[in-house]
């Protein structure tokens, strides 16, 4: 799969049809893809339909929705995942992805937001405007590639996998009922 680019580098960005989606979309094509072109820069999901009709750089590729089989496909050869998102709220569902699959990630603080995960232990967390500096740095740094991989893998296995939200989730009802039982 990866003989299909002639790029030096695959960045992987997924997102829905959703502004800050869009938002990062914009960024991508317009500032990285600029800064980065020996990279390029592999978007997955339904974003694509906000750009449908746009004349993309060389070096951007929409690849649309995908079944979750190509995506692992994709995920195991791209070099790094980002999350250049400055809006929204809630845990960011790609960012799970990104880090159970053992991927490099560079993301904004937002796009980071409720992980707990630490800037440089588990992923890097940069601004947008040092977050081509901060991709050149995991790519050209293959030490700090392995470490964010293998630390942010153990994150979500450690933090977001089900069973274990499940046990968290069954000891706060436990405890819930137990206050309840007691006042009635």
């Given at each position: ?69 190509e995506l692992y496909k994709i995920m195991n050869i791209v070099d790094l995942a ?24 560079v993301s904004t603080r937002v796009g980071a937001r409720g992980l707990g995960a ?62 309840t039982v007691q006042y009635i």
């Open positions: 799969l990866r003989q299909r680019y002639h790029f030096k580098k695959l960045i992987l960005f997924i997102g829905t049809y959703f502004n800050p989606n869009i938002e990062a979309v914009n960024f991508i094509i317009n500032k990285l893809s600029q800064e980065l072109k020996d990279c390029l820069f592999l978007i997955v999901g339904w974003v694509i339909w906000a750009f449908r009709m746009n004349v993309l750089p060389l070096n951007v590729k929409f690849l649309g929705r995908i079944d979750d089989d980002i999350n250049p998102v400055v809006n929204g709220s809630g845990i960011n569902i790609k960012m799970l992805d990104y880090l159970s699959a053992g991927l490099p990630v630490v800037n440089g232990k588990h992923l890097i967390i940069s601004e947008l405007n040092d977050f081509a500096d901060s991709i050149k740095k995991v790519l050209s740094n293959q030490e700090l590639s392995n470490r964010l991989r293998l630390n942010g893998r153990e994150l979500v296995i450690n933090n977001f996998l089900w069973d274990d939200i499940r046990d968290r989730m069954i000891e706060i009802l436990k405890n819930n009922l137990k206050l």
